[in-house]
């Protein structure tokens, strides 16, 4: 079956950080494009963050560039990211996706929630 | 960055009868448009892609049109598991989504 399996969401203070891990099996996690999207609550759907197959090549939105990082392992088929120096605005559910044509699948999504 | 316009907000629609959703962006993006599904408390799940092509497993109520600036994703004979928000994605520069529109019954 294919599948990503997230986890690492949390409660932080502003200012702190926090890292999101994205399991993958069932498919060749190594050769696809992987990314970070993310859904304030209540809100539409945000990308955040892409990274080749080979790790070579990583983007951001310009609103987390320079404070977010993502990673993968693929001899352990696992996608992250780093996130430092959170805001409140931050808060929202992050979930990983493939990039085939469209992103497919997803991870069913993790909750971070930035406050004091 | 590429806006992408999504309407209406909400639409209600009773089952079994015909959805149309509009997508519109504010450059051409060729056909690099995408549709999902999203359903409360569940990730979202691609329904479209290529503008036109179904996803993998994606009945053929879903439909999907247009090319350049404006997309449509038309939903035939609705049934209950449909009802859902629905987005539209441009992958032609950069990744955008659509504000979202919430179809729910009538």
């Known amino acids: ?36 999207v993310r859904q304030a609550p209540g809100k539409g759907l945000e990308w ?5 197959p080979d790790g070579s090549e990583k983007s951001y ?6 404070r977010f990082t993502i990673t993968r392992d693929n001899t352990e088929n696992s996608l992250y990211l780093q996130m430092n120096s959170l805001r409140a ?28 | ?9 909400t639409l209600s629609v009773s089952p079994g009868e015909r959805a149309t959703l509009s997508c519109r962006a ?5 056909n690099n448009l995408a549709w999902y599904q999203q359903k409360p408390g569940q990730a979202p799940r691609l329904l479209i892609y290529g503008a036109s092509t179904r996803a993998t497993g994606i009945p053929a ?10 997309f449509t994703l038309t939903i035939s004979g609705l ?17 955008t989504f659509g504000q979202g529109t919430k179809v729910e019954m009538k």
């Open chain 1, 1 to 36: 079956e294919v599948q990503l399996v997230q986890s690492g969401g949390d409660l932080v203070q502003p200012g702190g950080s926090l890292r999101l891990s994205c399991a993958a099996s069932g498919f060749t996690f190594s050769m696809y494009w992987m990314n970070w």
């Open chain 1, 48 to 52: 955040v963050a892409n990274i080749k």
């Open chain 1, 61 to 66: 939105v310009d609103s987390v560039r320079g």
């Open chain 1, 89 to 116: 605005e931050d808060t929202a559910i992050y979930y990983c996706a493939a990039n085939v044509i469209g992103f497919d699948p997803w991870g069913q999504g993790t909750l971070v929630t930035v406050s004091s």
């Open chain 2, 1 to 9: 960055e590429v806006v992408m316009t999504q309407s209406p907000a």
């Open chain 2, 26 to 30: 504010s450059q051409s993006v060729t």
């Open chain 2, 61 to 70: 109520r879903f439909s999907g049109s247009g090319s350049g600036t404006e």
């Open chain 2, 79 to 95: 049934q209950s598991e449909d009802f859902a928000v629905y987005y539209c994605q441009q992958y032609n520069n950069w990744w």
